[in-house]
């Protein structure tokens, strides 16, 4: 695991922001995992003006979402389809036919998730997977307890979810109990992670993801299997861990180790 502390918010969304342009201009044809929630709203700010500003071309690329609501239509507002095509899709050259998405009201559960699995592999895979972390350790949607080998399935939120979701649920009645994810397993077969992080609410949850046993009590700490995963936070989200000095101490000679093993 590589672990790249930044100095804020925005540090953290220009970090991620440059790998994906890098994977960009290796396979212009790049399937991206995307994420919902705050952590990655300003990735996908940088990349709308990095295809504004004509350096990234998201013609060829194709992109798969984490997870949804289930119960809510495409054109919920809080429906996870609505926030990718709000602040992401419809602002960038993405066709529509790449965009792919759990659906919130499938006719079959079982045989959506199925598909969606399959059509990932059909793609080759996921080659960037973004991911925030939930305060619990949660990645997608899936909650403690979750197998570390879960694939795309529907799953039962916490409370603790429930209630930090009442906020974008204002007035409404029926906020979802219940959620489409992608799996662990699913997850781990991305061939590059990114996993995001800021503010003190996360400390807890970092710190025992990536220096605490791997448990399904602590669903990102699979990532700890993971062999190209980078996490990327904010000092606030970092303040827990221990071993914050080596992993700066990694990062900033990262250059010269890359330079070595080139020369190998
Ligand atoms: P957030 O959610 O980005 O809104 O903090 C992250 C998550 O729950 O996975």
Redesign the pocket.
């Known amino acids: 695991m590589e672990i790249i502390i930044k100095n804020d918010y925005d540090e953290i969304c220009s970090e991620a922001s440059q790998i994906i342009f890098q994977e960009w201009q290796k396979k212009n044809n790049i399937v991206l995992g995307l994420?919902t929630?705050?952590?990655?709203l300003g990735v996908y700010a940088k990349l709308i003006d990095s295809f504004k500003k004509g350096e990234l071309d998201f013609s060829e690329t194709r992109a798969f979402s984490l997870d949804e609501y289930i119960g809510l239509k495409k054109d919920h507002p809080q429906s996870f389809a609505y926030f990718m095509n709000k602040n992401l899709y419809h602002q960038i050259n993405i066709k529509k036919e790449n965009i792919h998405g759990l659906q919130g009201l499938p006719e079959d559960i079982d045989e959506h998730c199925r598909q969606y699995e399959t059509l990932i592999k059909s793609v080759g895979g996921i080659d960037v997977q973004i991911l925030?972390?939930?305060s619990n350790g949660?990645?997608g949607f899936n909650e403690p307890s979750s197998s570390l080998a879960s694939r795309t399935r529907a799953k039962t939120l916490t409370e603790e979810?429930i209630e930090s979701n009442r906020q974008f649920f204002k007035g409404e009645e029926g906020i979802p109990c219940y959620c489409l994810t992608m799996g662990i397993g699913t997850i781990l077969e991305a061939k590059t992670i990114l996993l995001l992080a800021f503010g003190e609410n996360k400390a807890e949850a970092v710190v025992n993801s990536v220096e605490g046993p791997v448990t399904a009590t602590v669903p990102a700490s699979a990532l700890q299997l993971h062999p190209d995963v980078k996490i990327i936070l904010d000092e606030d989200a970092a303040s827990l861990l221990t071993r914050k000095d080596y992993y700066r101490w990694v990062y900033s000679n990262k250059k010269g180790v890359e330079r070595y093993a080139k020369k190998l």
């Open positions: 994420a929630g705050r952590t990655p925030g972390i939930g949660h990645i979810t």
